[in-house]
């Protein structure tokens, strides 16, 4: 099946520091990206669509200035959490889509955030 | 907003089947019923999916009544590594359009 990958795979960081984290497409290329935020005992939370080569998409109530979103090229789309703050510590999930393999989502491993 | 409503949490023996029931009984006709799972801090995982026909693959069976109200999903010999957070949920297929996932069930196998 496609693979979809992450990293960091956690991550640690002081209050007001910026963290990206990278969703890499492994054997696949992807022309939508989407990303999740997920906090604890809750389900996924759409935060983001992303589709290559344009900007992202954000849901309602998503700072768009705090979470850059950026979608360079067919297998990599990073998510930036600019001047992080406790409440931004949260599991943040991307999925894929394979235009060839029909309208399947394939998620990567997720990434945990934690600021201090 | 999920267009689906499931049990919050179920058991089941290990080795019996697991039956998950999911409610969306405002499925239009162009959307497909899509499950996948959590395993605990994990990504989820895609299980099946079907339109209106019974799907069955090597992981799992799905039944949809033929109203399209709602849906089961069958593991058909649950083993305690299937203990997790299922997700029902409804989808148009065509297009790239997101997975919005409900509260899912979560399935405790026990021994």
């Known amino acids: 099946g496609a693979v979809v990958s992450q990293h960091p795979s956690w991550v640690i960081c002081k209050s007001g520091t910026s963290v990206k984290i990278e969703c890499r497409s492994l054997?696949?290329?992807?022309?939508?990206m989407f990303w999740y935020r997920q906090f604890p005992k809750q389900s996924l939370m759409l935060m983001a669509t992303?589709?290559?080569?344009?900007?992202?998409?954000?849901e309602q109530g998503v700072e768009k200035d705090k979470f850059l979103i950026n979608h360079a090229s067919l297998t990599l789309s990073t998510l930036t959490v600019t001047s992080a703050h406790p409440e931004d510590s949260s599991f943040y999930i991307c999925?894929?889509?394979?235009?060839?393999?029909?309208?399947?989502?394939?998620f990567g491993p997720g990434t945990r955030l934690t600021v201090l | 907003d999920a267009k689906t409503t499931q049990p919050p949490s179920m058991d089941c023996a290990e080795g019996r089947a697991a039956n998950l029931p999911c409610n969306h009984s405002?499925?239009?006709?162009?959307?497909?019923v899509y499950w996948y799972r959590q395993i605990h801090s994990q990504g989820p995982q895609y299980i099946i999916h079907?339109?209106?026909n019974n799907e069955t693959n090597e992981m799992a069976s799905l039944i949809i009544t033929e109203d399209r109200k709602s849906s089961t999903l069958i593991l058909p010999h649950a083993t305690l590594r299937d203990t997790a957070v299922y997700y029902c949920?409804?989808?148009?297929?065509?297009?790239?359009?997101?997975?919005?996932f409900g509260k899912g069930t979560r399935l405790s196998v026990i021994a």
């Open positions: 999925s894929a889509t394979a235009d060839r393999r029909g309208n399947e989502q394939f």
């Open positions: 054997d696949f290329q992807a022309t939508t």
């Open positions: 992303s589709n290559e080569g344009s900007k992202a998409t954000y």
């Open positions: 405002t499925i239009s006709g162009n959307e497909y």
């Open positions: 079907g339109l209106k």
């Open positions: 949920i409804v989808r148009l297929s065509a297009g790239n359009t997101p997975l919005v």
